[in-house]
């Protein structure tokens, strides 16, 4: 029995020499995404949104009424002076300058007529052939044919224009903004069918609430942005406002000057407004990166050469959007995790998600 022991033991000790060595666990690398601070100036104030519109818009009416032959243009063609952009059948028109010519041509004839025995009875009167009562009836017979005839011209000259009305042209060069017409439709005068906004200056038109008319009075350098185009900024200036409220909205409708628009401001585009001033250059950060710690607001800071973070309190200022402006705390350059804050411990190594960081 004594012998059978050192053998058991030795057998124990070589199935423990054919296990492997317990090692210890990977390190936590966490995944997190982070930002450089930088220095921004910030902008504060109201932002409205509007439309690109032009400064002079107009509506296109025929003078006379009718049934429309014809559409020469489409809506955002470019027109010059005097293009026509549509017409009306002329035939009636037509048709009643040719009677007012004709009555014209007629009164004429009748006046010559006057004129002659007007000169014939001042003769006879001269050898005392008439009485004067009778050379005062030719008299004023000649001079009622000639203000007959000055009668009729006016009206063959307004029937004139009345066939001239007939076709609608366009005032001013410009582009067709809206059209409410087509062939074969009878339109009233002065019915609107077409508007005509002018070439040239643009601005945009904005509805403001009654708190916002003394910052937008007092704003002087509006911030103009494009939808299309929201990283480009022009500069506005306050042409219009207006001094009633509108009856649906309650709101001023106010028009805002485009100073140096270029080619990628069109007629149409929807712009937002900013109307407010720009704050001294300051630190920010990402509000995704703000976490507290008893009450205090934190960041986590990256070294760049450990890819290891550090809580750091931080003093914050005002928000802005999805930004914090840091009164305090950080410098410029340093990298504070944006992503994971919550999921992070002090001295833990993280691996950045996106390229280009430290």
């Not at 293009?83 to 004709?102: G, H, K, M, W």
């Not at 009778?134 to 063959?156: G, H, I, M, S």
Request: proline share 5%; glycine share 6%; with cysteine.
């Amino acid at each position: 029995m004594n012998a059978f022991i050192p053998w058991t033991v030795l057998l124990l000790l070589l199935a423990a020499c054919g296990r492997d060595v317990p090692q210890a666990p990977p390190e936590d690398i966490r995944p997190v995404r982070a930002e450089q601070v930088g220095v921004n100036v910030a902008r504060h104030g109201t932002r409205y949104a509007g439309e690109v519109r032009a400064r002079y818009e107009t509506d296109l009416a025929f003078r006379v009424a009718g049934r429309v032959t014809s559409r020469r243009v489409d809506v955002g063609a470019q027109v010059s002076a005097g293009q026509v952009i549509a017409t009306l059948d002329p035939q009636d028109y037509a048709l009643a300058a040719s009677a007012a010519r004709a009555q014209l041509t007629a009164a004429e004839a009748e006046a010559r007529l006057a004129r002659q025995d007007l000169q014939r009875y001042a003769e006879l009167r001269a050898q005392n052939f008439i009485s004067q009562a009778e050379l005062d009836r030719r008299r004023t017979a000649a001079e009622a044919a000639a203000a007959q005839v000055r009668q009729l011209r006016a009206d063959a000259t307004r029937q004139g224009n009345q066939q001239a009305y007939t076709r609608l042209t366009a005032p001013h060069a410009g582009v067709i903004s809206a059209i409410s017409f087509e062939a074969g439709q009878v339109v009233a005068a002065g019915q609107a069918v077409a508007k005509l906004a002018r070439t040239g200056e643009l601005e945009v038109r904005i509805d403001v609430p009654e708190n916002g008319l003394d910052a937008l009075r007092a704003a002087s350098n509006p911030i103009i942005r494009l939808w299309s185009a929201p990283d480009r900024e022009y500069a506005g200036r306050l042409r219009e406002l207006s001094p009633v409220a509108d009856a649906a909205s309650r709101t001023y409708s106010a028009r805002i000057s485009l100073l140096h628009a270029d080619a990628a401001v069109r007629l149409g585009m929807t712009a937002t407004v900013e109307v407010g001033s720009a704050s001294a250059p300051a630190l920010s950060v990402a509000q995704t990166a703000l976490f507290r710690i008893n009450g205090m607001p934190q960041v986590w800071v990256v070294n760049p050469q450990t890819r290891k973070v550090v809580a750091r309190s931080v003093q914050i200022g005002e928000m802005s959007g999805d930004r914090a402006a840091i009164v305090s705390g950080l410098t410029a350059g340093e990298w504070v995790v944006t992503a994971g804050v919550h999921k992070l411990a002090p001295g833990q190594q993280v691996r950045l998600a996106e390229p280009g960081h430290p």
